[in-house]
């Protein structure tokens, strides 16, 4: 069974930072394909950053030089760094896995950024 857990966020003022977490497990994650995604009201879903199983990045143009994202592939976990915090930034932020070879990827549960004084 996949599961893919995700930790971290909250209501930060602007400027702050903050760090999100995922945990996978029920997949082989060093080879998996990693991202993070978030969706704002009346938005659709939208990349944020994501990670190869080599460790290439690449980030949506909104959120470079800001957020790092990263893997730890002896913990299963995936992290996103984000600095300097907009209150555009004000989404639910997804994780979601891609293992190579499968029909299907697999998303967490979902977590709530709020950027507000």
């Known amino acids: 069974q996949v599961q893919v857990v995700q930790s971290g966020g909250g209501l930060v003022q602007p400027g702050g930072s903050l760090r999100l977490s995922c945990a996978v497990s029920g997949i082989t994650f060093s080879i998996s394909r990693m991202g993070w995604y978030r969706q704002a009201p009346g938005k659709e879903r939208e990349l944020v950053a994501a990670?190869?199983?080599?460790?290439?990045?690449n980030y949506a143009d909104s959120v470079k030089g800001r957020f790092t994202i990263s893997r730890d592939n002896a913990k299963n976990t995936l992290y996103l760094r984000m600095n300097s915090l907009k209150p555009e930034d004000t989404a639910v932020y997804y994780c979601?896995?891609?293992?190579?070879?499968?029909?299907?990827?697999?998303w967490g549960q979902g977590t709530q950024v709020t950027v507000s004084s």
């Open positions: 979601n896995a891609q293992p190579p070879r499968e029909p299907v990827d697999y």
């Open positions: 990670i190869t199983s080599g460790g290439v990045t």
